[in-house]
């Protein structure tokens, strides 16, 4: 791909003008009135940077080790489900190009491409896996095992979805299952000689998390916490990390932005753990405010996607690459010399 995409708001129009309408507002749509879609970016936008000057600072350090695996940047690839729909060579194709960015891809649950095969594919990648627990425990350890097998780094399991997203857009269009010839290849069950349906049930609980926990030597990560005494909770569970998600508005909606509720979560974690955080992020400078306000990294969901439908494994490594050279931009005009000098100061509410 040649053209030139300086933002990914270009990422995102060339891959509309790609994908299948019903496909691209499949990656695209959130839940109800997409008001929380919405309030992921407007809420870094309210956030304002107040650069420090004359630091002397050089060139600024970006990498971050997070759980044992080492980033060259604190940009993460979020786990987005079906990526066949954007470009034939799917999650294969993403997992090259976060290799090449030296990053960590978490793989999806509801990935088009089995979890042994994206491995095959992008040696050196740096792999997490992200579960949703299905009510059938052995079926669940089943899954587990193929992560760690597959030599995931770590598990991060979603708990925001006790039940699917209403997505209005998806029901006008009728989208509601994968075309002939794709399938979520984690969910193969060899006994049965089937693929089963994803369940996201609402029996799923805090036992759950204990089970996993005994189930598994992998560090978990818990998806999906927005209330500060659900973050307080987990660390009682004996979560490696906390991951602060709305899933991009996908789930329940009138949820506020994920950065607005980050310094409440920091706060209750009181540095036990890492906390990451994603939702709305588009810019090197929404990187920035973010980690200001405590998160240890971020992850990016539909960012990497335009990516993967604009140009495949190198759309992605170009929106990494744009958003890592934002990142170290954003830095240098704070004057700040690494990540690890972010702090609330910089950020002022406007
Ligand atoms: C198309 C799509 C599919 C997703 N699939 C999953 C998934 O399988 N598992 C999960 O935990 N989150 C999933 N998410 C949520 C993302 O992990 C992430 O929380 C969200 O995309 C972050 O917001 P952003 O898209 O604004 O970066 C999905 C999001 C999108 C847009
Ligand atoms: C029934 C398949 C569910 C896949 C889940 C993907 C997802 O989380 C999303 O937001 O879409």
């Known amino acids: 791909m040649t053209a030139v995409l300086p ?98 891809m978490i793989v999806s649950m509801a990935a088009t491409v089995a979890v042994e095969d994206v491995v095959a594919a992008a040696p050196g990648a740096t792999l997490w896996f992200q579960l949703y627990v299905q009510p059938d425990m052995a079926f669940t350890e089943a899954i587990v095992r193929r992560a760690e097998a597959a030599g995931c780094a770590a598990l991060v399991v979603t708990v925001d979805s006790p039940a699917r997203g209403r997505r209005d857009q998806d029901v006008r269009n009728g989208f509601d299952d994968l075309p002939e010839g794709m399938r979520c290849e984690n969910l193969r069950d060899d006994d049965r000689g089937t693929v089963r349906p994803i369940v996201m049930s609402p029996v799923i609980s805090w036992e759950h998390v204990d089970l996993l926990r005994r189930m598994t030597r992998l560090p978990i990560v818990l998806k999906g916490v927005t209330h500060p005494a659900d973050a307080r909770l987990a660390l009682d569970h004996g979560v490696s990390a906390l991951y602060v998600s709305n899933h991009g508005g996908r789930q329940l909606d009138g949820v506020p932005a994920s950065v607005d509720l980050l310094p409440e979560i920091v706060a209750a974690v009181g540095g036990a753990v890492p906390v990451l955080m994603d939702g709305g992020i588009r810019r090197g400078t929404d990187v920035v405010k973010a980690m200001a306000l405590g998160a240890s990294a971020v992850a990016v969901g539909r960012p990497v996607i335009w990516g993967l439908a604009a140009g495949g494994e190198c759309g992605v490594a170009r929106v990494l690459g744009l958003l890592r050279d934002e990142v170290e931009h954003a830095l240098t005009l704070c004057g700040l010399a690494s990540t690890h000098d972010l702090e609330p100061g910089l950020v002022r509410r406007c």
């Open 7 to 104: 933002a990914i708001r270009d990422f995102e129009a060339a891959a509309r003008a790609r994908l299948d309408p019903a496909h691209y507002d499949y990656f695209a749509c959130g839940a109800g009135d997409e008001v929380t879609v919405k309030a992921n970016e407007a809420a870094f936008a309210r956030l304002a940077l107040l650069p420090r000057v004359l630091r002397g600072a050089g060139s600024p350090r970006i990498g971050v080790t997070l759980l044992g695996s080492r980033a060259a940047m604190p940009v993460l690839v979020a786990p987005t489900a079906f990526h066949r729909l954007a470009d034939p060579e799917g999650e294969k194709a993403t997992a090259r190009a976060a290799a090449a960015a030296e990053t960590v």
